[in-house]
Every structure is written in C-alpha cells, then in structure tokens.
C-alpha cells in the first residue's frame, strides 16, 4: 500500500497537514449550504474507492502520529479511558470486531490468526506483535478496549443498552469536541445530550436512541458531526481547557486561514455481538481553513453554512466570538455561484 | 422493527427430537464459515417459506453464545399456532437451506447484577440455555427454577442438573410440585435481576409478584417478541409518477419504490431520520406505521406514511410520489 505515515505534531508546534490526496479524501460533511442539527443517520456500508467510507475503521497517514498523541494525554490522564466493570465483555467484541475488520480490509498492515482461543496479532506500522488468549485479561499489557483502542484512531465510547436506555459505561476518549468520559461515565443518552441546544426540542434525541437501540449486529450505521478548531488540536477536552480555550483570543483575519479547522467526526454505531452493548467510535479529521479552500466548491459552501448558522449553533460550538473573522476569510471563496448537490468535491 | 437484521444462509445440520413436544434444530453456515458470537437470550428470525405463506418467527438460541461452529434451536409445536411451528416439526430435515437473521437480544442479561435469578416455564427454558452457559463461562452467580408439567416434557432438565447441580431447580406441575415465589424472592441478596420466560400466564405472575414486594422494575426482566414485521404484499399507487405496483412480501415499501426506478428520498431506512417522509393522496385500508418519526397524530391521520418501515393492509394506497 502506497501510503506512508507521517511524522507530526497535535501540540506546541503543531506540525499537523494534510496531503493532497488526504485533502481530496476529506470527509466535507456539508450535503447543502445550510446546516441544522437533523436525525443523519444511515447505513454503514463500505463507500467509494479511496473514501474514508471505504473500509470498515480507517486508517490514514495520521495513524501513527495520532496513535502517539494517544499515549502521551493517556499518559498525562489515565481517566481518559474507564470501563465500568460490567463492560469488560464489551471490550472484547470491541477488540474482535477492530481486529477482525482491519485484518481482513488492510492485510498489508494488520494481521490476526485465531487458533480458538489462542490469538495472534500483527500491527506492523505500530511495531506490535502479541499474543494472548481471548477472554482472559490477564494475557494482554491492559484491557482488551484499552489494548485495541490504542492501536485505532477516533474516540471510542461503549454503552450498555437496559432499561430502554443506552448509558455511556466504557470509553476512551483522548481527541473530544469539549466534552469529557470521566464526567459522562454512567450517564444514560439524555442526561449526556442535555447540554446539546435546540435538538431537544426538534425530537431529535428521543428519535435517535430508539434508532440506536433498534441497530443490529450485522448492519452498523453511521452520521457526521463538525465543529471548529484553533491549530490542530486533538484534545480539545475540558480538562485542558486552561491550556487551549485562551487561543480563541488569538484568532486574526491574518491567521484564520493557517490556524482555524474544520473538525468532523465520523460517528459509527455497532452493535456487539456477546455483550449486546452498541460501540460508538468517533472518528475525528481535521482541515485547515486553507487546505479546504483548495476545493472551491468546499469553500463557497462552507462560507454560506457559516455565516447562516444560528448563533446558538455557534456558541455551543466555541466560535461565535470568532464568527465574523471566520466569514470575512471565507467571503473571498464565494462568488455566488451554485454548489452542486452533495458533499463529494467538484 | 428496522430495515431488518442482515441475513445469514444456513443449511440445516441436524434435527433431533427432544420429546414429544419439542424438536432441536441446530443450524450451520452455507459457507461453512463461522456464525456470529451471540449474547445469552438472543434469538435469530427463521424465514420459512411455507408453501407460499412466508413467516418469520423468533426462536431464542439456546447454544453456548462461545461456540460460533452453529446454532441451535429448539421449537415446541403449537398445534393451534400460526403455522410456523408446525411448519418447522413437518417440513424441516438435515441438508436443507434456509435463511435466519443475525442475533437480535431482547432479553439481555443485566451485567452489573450480582445474581442472576431466572423463572422458566416449559419451552421459555431456551434463553436461559445460553444465558446460564455465558455466565458459567464468565463465573457470573445464577440460579434456575424450571417448571414443566412433568418429566418427560422436563427438556434439558437433566443436563442442567448434570452440570449445575444445586443451582438448578426442577418442578413438575403433575407431581404438585410449585414454585414458592414469594419466599424466593425473599431470600434474594441485594443486588439480584430476576429474569422470566415462559407462558404469558406465568410472566404476569412474576412480574406482579415482584412488584408487590417492591422490586425495582429494572431489576426484573422478560422476554417479549416484537411482533414480526407484517410481511403481507399489497399494491400501492405513485401518483407523481403514474405507477401501480405491488410491495411484494420480502420488500419493504421504499424498495418497492426504487424497485419501480422511481426515485425516493431516504437515509436511515429505519423509521427515525424523516427523510423518505411521504404524503398519503388516498388510502382505503390501514397503514401499518412502523417508524418513530410520526406523531401519534400524524399517524392516526393517515396523511403521511414512511415507505421505509410501514406497510399497508386494504384496499387502495396511493402516494404523492
Ligand atoms: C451512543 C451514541 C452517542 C453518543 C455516545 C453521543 C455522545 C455525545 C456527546 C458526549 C456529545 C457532547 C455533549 C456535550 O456538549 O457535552 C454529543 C453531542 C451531540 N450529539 Fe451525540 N452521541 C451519540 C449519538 C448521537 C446521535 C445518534 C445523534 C443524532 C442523530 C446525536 C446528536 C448529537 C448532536 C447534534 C450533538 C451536538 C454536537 C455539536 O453541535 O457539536 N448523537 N453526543
Ligand atoms: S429513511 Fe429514515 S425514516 Fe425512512
């Protein structure tokens, strides 16, 4: 496989970018020029050829580097990964289903030979070989969702399904749009939507969690999610709010086109197999305002969600303040011209 | 309720009659490849073409949810059931193919409990088979209380036994024998789910047991089988388009639609996203809404349907599509 993994940085001197081919495969996750929050969901089946949709969990030419910004806030934070102690059996399918699925779509990189219960497992870009016996702890350096999730990009959340409820029991969570495990640990899908503006009231949650308790093992689904981001920061968690919310003060009509970004998340949902529990890997991409503005279509479109966006919107978001820069940067990409349908680049 | 599981084509690789009442079918891949894991008290949907009839019935899995080499059921016939019983008794034997849908668990266990109390009545002992097999296997604390109407028809009683010992306990309603719910429920430690499967009778009986001695309604659990999707044809009119065609019972509407090369809107195709939202120009019959996006009103209204989930028994449908 062509790809080659590179070498960079999601802190002090951030040396994050994106290729050109990473640029032309970025998941834009506007199909219109206006944006509200909406029940997107769909089904998670395999999309176009070099599309992050392609494959099943993808791996990108951030992979290593994110894997190594994983270590260092896991380091700094060991709360950034929990699992109640119900959710092991979770872990597990996690682990099997991450496995199984990166095995079989990237056989270059991946390897995994079952014998039973005896398991052998391959990471070659992360330099990994184990081998352990499913189901028991014991063989493996830490638990089975902290083992596999420190091998794959995104934020993963697992939740217990009871009582007609999905409750958030199991995470690991290191590159968060501002929201925090170790306080939404245990809470069920309304209590940790509660801060969410607007989608209350437009039905949106109740809508949503009878979906995601309907999903089946076999037929995963998926949505997008976006907000913003000064420099490409993964953790923009709340813990360390201290050390990057001040950078919002620091955005200038010079610097918005190098340091804002587009953060989306592509959000899946599994069910698993032996625990019966629905995994939630939130799988974060950047883009800077630049490197989007190479796409004429992505900026003209961006410019006009933007600007139309209800401040409320904004606010949750973390941009209102920012808000007029970000338009006045983007107003120079927009002639007025219509977008086609859809969210592909022209 | 969804779009419906994936399907899984599987052989038949044995059948074993158990009793006089119940019959074991133990199912593998067509592929010879594995099945999926499975969570104790899941149940797969066995498609059954039966002479023209289609059905799909629920049965529980009642293997170790470990063993991926198969799956196995077991069917007690209802001679005065929908068919579906009979239909597996008289027309399934070894070699055969059919088509079951991934697991589906509507009757999980609690994994934070710290004992699991299971009440089974006759064939509603299939879940706890792999529930008490997965917490074996997990060292989960469990206790079974089994009633049949006597030992013949007491199936897997024994190897219950066999391997579980004291935390199994049998009842024969011809011997007189009964369950001494109150006293049970009593003596639980603090911390247990109680768990019931069997007739609808004895599941009334359980849950107001254990309501009136005021456990929690989290804590108690029972099995209850959505109704399977209906699956009966019927003809629906595209207005917009000037086409009639017929949503064939393996369809859902919106295939039926796209089938018809008309163009519909959809995302989810599971009743919650709203976007193949679809106004009713005339409906002489019933629509059977299936979604969550509707409201009570809208749907009493009969003035929008979501191709995706509902269906229609009647006469005439026509859509502004
Ligand atoms: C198990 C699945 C899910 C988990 C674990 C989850 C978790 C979260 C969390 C932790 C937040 C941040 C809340 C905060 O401000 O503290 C959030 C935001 C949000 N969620 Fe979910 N969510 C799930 C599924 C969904 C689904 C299915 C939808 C809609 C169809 C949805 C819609 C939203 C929206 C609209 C926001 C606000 C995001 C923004 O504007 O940046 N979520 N979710
Ligand atoms: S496609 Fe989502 S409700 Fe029908």
Redesign the interface.
């Known amino acids: 496989m062509g790809l080659t993994f590179k070498d960079e940085t999601f802190r002090e001197d951030f040396t994050f970018f994106n290729s050109p081919a990473a640029i032309r495969r970025f998941p834009f996750p506007f199909p219109e020029d206006s944006y509200m929050y909406s029940v997107n969901m769909e089904p998670h089946v395999p999309g176009r050829p070099g599309s992050v949709f392609e494959k099943t969990f993808d791996v990108d030419e951030h992979y290593v580097a994110e894997m190594r910004e994983r270590a260092r806030v896991l380091a700094e934070d060991p709360l950034r990964c929990q699992s109640l102690p119900h959710m092991t059996l979770a872990g597990w399918d996690l682990l099997e289903l991450i496995m199984e699925a990166k095995a079989r779509e990237y056989p270059d990189w991946f390897s995994l030979q079952r014998d039973g219960n005896r398991w052998h497992w391959i990471n070659r870009p992360l330099e990994i070989e184990q081998t352990f016996t499913f189901l028991d702890e014991t063989t493996l350096p830490c638990g089975p969702m902290e083992y596999i999730t420190r091998q794959t990009q995104g934020d993963f959340s697992l939740q217990d399904q009871r009582n007609d409820n999905l409750w958030m029991d199991a995470g690991m969570v290191t590159t968060q749009a501002d929201w925090s495990l170790d306080f939404d640990l245990g809470m069920n899908f309304f209590e940790w939507h509660a801060p969410v503006p607007l989608a209350h009231e437009k039905q949106i949650f109740t809508r949503a969690l009878k979906f995601l308790m309907n999903v089946q093992h076999g037929a995963p689904a998926r949505r997008f999610n976006w907000t913003m981001t000064i420099d490409p920061l993964l953790d923009t968690s709340p813990e360390n709010y201290p050390k990057w919310g001040p950078s919002r003060a620091t955005l200038t009509p010079e610097n918005v086109g190098r340091r804002m970004h587009l953060r989306v998340e592509l959000q899946t949902f599994f069910r698993l197999p032996r625990s019966n529990a629905l995994a939630f890997p939130i799988r974060c991409y950047l883009i800077r305002f630049e490197e989007l503005a190479t796409q004429p279509k992505w900026a003209r479109r961006l410019h006009r969600v933007i600007r139309d966006l209800p401040d409320e919107l904004a606010a949750y978001k973390g941009f209102l303040r920012n808000k007029p820069i970000m338009v006045d940067y983007l107003a120079q990409f927009d002639d007025g011209t219509p977008t086609s349908p859809g969210w592909w680049a022209d | 309720?969804?779009?419906g599981?994936?399907k899984i084509p599987v052989r038949v690789a044995e059948v074993t009659e158990v009793n006089a009442l119940i019959r074991r079918i133990r199912f593998v891949r067509r592929d010879g490849g594995p099945m999926?894991?499975?969570?104790g008290?899941?149940h797969t949907v066995v498609e059954m073409d039966d002479h023209g009839t289609r059905r799909l019935n629920p049965y529980s899995l009642m293997g170790d949810?470990?063993d991926t080499t198969g799956y196995s059921i077991s069917v007690r016939r209802d001679d005065a059931g929908r068919g579906g019983s009979l239909y597996l008794h008289r027309h399934v034997v070894p070699g055969m193919d059919m088509v079951i849908?991934?697991?589906?668990?509507l009757f999980?266990l609690?994994?934070?409990a710290k004992k699991h109390l299971m009440i089974a009545g006759g064939i509603g002992i299939t879940p706890f088979l792999a529930q008490i097999a997965?917490l074996a296997?997990?060292g989960g604390r469990f206790e079974l209380h089994y009633a049949t109407r006597n030992p013949a028809l007491c199936a897997y009683g024994d190897e219950l036994t066999a391997r579980y010992g004291g935390r199994v306990h049998l009842y024969h309603d011809d011997a007189g024998q009964m369950i001494t719910l109150p006293a049970l429920l009593a003596g639980q430690p603090l911390g247990t789910h109680l768990y019931v499967c069997g007739p609808k009778g004895m599941i009334r009986w359980v849950r107001s047991t254990a309501d009136s001695a005021g456990w929690p309604r989290?804590a108690v659990h029972h099995e209850e089988f959505l109704a399977p999707p209906p699956g009966k044809a019927f003809d629906v009119t595209l207005a917009a388009s000037g086409k009639t065609l017929t949503v064939g019972t393996h369809q859902s509407l919106l295939e039926a639609i796209e089938a018809a090369g008309v163009d519909a809107p959809y995302?989810?195709?599971?009743?919650?996203?709203?976007q193949c939202e679809t106004d009713v120009l005339g409906c002489d019959g019933t629509i059977r809404h299936n979604d969550?996006?509707l409201t009570e009103a809208q749907k009493a209204s009969g003035q929008k349907i979501m191709p995706c989930v509902s269906r229609f028994e009647g006469r005439s449908l026509v859509l502004d599509r």
Do not use: T
Request: aromatic share 6%; with cysteine; glycine share 14%.
């Open positions: 309720m969804s779009g599981a994936a999926p894991a499975f969570s008290g899941a949810p470990a849908s991934h697991p589906v668990n999980a609690d994994l934070r997965q296997a997990l989290a995302l989810c195709r599971g009743g919650a996203c709203g969550h996006w």
